[in-house]
């Protein structure tokens, strides 16, 4: 199988990256790398990813820059730039992955083809009581568990099924379109060097469905993998989302969509 790097994406959430990191260090499949793209946090998140660099095997590298506001694209790209790999799995500091997360995305990988995966969203109570046993025993993967501890019903719970056909057939039916989500997302490393990486002007709010655009553009087909891949998305704020940002997003997007634009002159190469 192709080397495989783990892209994630973190922000001054070092309590968050740690249970994730739990969570990669009991994968399935053991052969890839983590590059942790570090927006600007303070030493917190540096000692957490050096605890795990020193007591465990995953191999880790650090790519940091100084806190200027939400540059996420801008540490992207250069984690991307850093990666060696061919094969790239996005996801975020605060998405935990079940144990087959990395299999599951080598399984279903595929020529011309980036797959969209998808998310359970944790409410703050649940989220605040996952601990490292937890993680390690995959409890908190399991609905019963979930539901005991306050986590409210919803259609969600179809993505913890975890069982081939029931979950191919889902990701079939399902009305909801397969996107590039930059919390659960994994494509070839060569078709995101040829697109240019991520637009770098752009702030929160769609910026990794942009990228999976101009994939599209490209010929790169997206397939739905959002009930045979779920992470668990710990609960958080965003005050880092404003009106301003989002409507120059839309913009961009909007050329994107009407220029059929393959390509960003404001990505990894300038």
């Not at 601990?131 to 908190?140: A, F, M, N, P």
């Not at 940002?245 to 059929?260: D, F, P, V």
Request: include cysteine; hydrophobic fraction near 30%; charged fraction near 25%.
């Amino acid at each position: 199988m192709q080397s495989t790097s783990i892209i994630l994406s973190t922000y001054n959430k070092p309590d968050f990256l740690r249970k994730v990191l739990i969570g990669y260090n009991c994968q399935t499949y053991s052969d890839f790398d983590i590059i942790i793209a570090d927006d600007g946090s303070s030493k917190d998140t540096k000692n957490i990813i050096g605890y795990f660099k020193d007591n465990t095997s995953l191999d880790i590298k650090h790519i940091w820059h100084q806190d200027e506001g939400f540059q996420k694209s801008v540490i992207l790209n250069k984690a991307i730039q850093a990666s060696k790999s061919d094969y790239l799995i996005f996801s975020d500091g605060d998405c935990i992955p079940n144990q087959s997360f990395i299999q599951t995305h080598i399984d279903l990988a595929e020529k011309d083809y980036f797959l969209s995966g998808g998310h359970f969203p944790l409410s703050s109570s649940v989220s605040n009581l996952i601990t490292e046993d937890i993680i390690l025993s995959q409890k908190c993967f399991n609905k019963g568990f979930l539901i005991s501890h306050g986590q409210m019903l919803s259609k969600n719970y179809l993505k913890l099924l975890q069982t081939n056909l029931s979950s191919k057939f889902l990701d079939i039916i399902t009305p909801t379109r397969s996107t590039f989500n930059g919390n659960n997302t994994s494509a070839w490393r060569k078709d995101i060097i040829k697109v240019n990486g991520f637009d770098q002007r752009m702030k929160y709010g769609g910026l990794d469905c942009e990228l999976g655009e101009r994939l599209s553009n490209m010929g790169i087909r997206s397939k739905q993998v959002r009930h045979r891949s779920c992470c668990l998305h710990l609960y958080h704020d965003r005050p880092y989302k404003n009106n301003i940002s989002m409507e120059k997003n839309r913009l961009i997007r909007y050329e994107t969509y009407t220029n059929k634009s393959i390509y960003t002159s404001f990505g990894i190469k300038k």
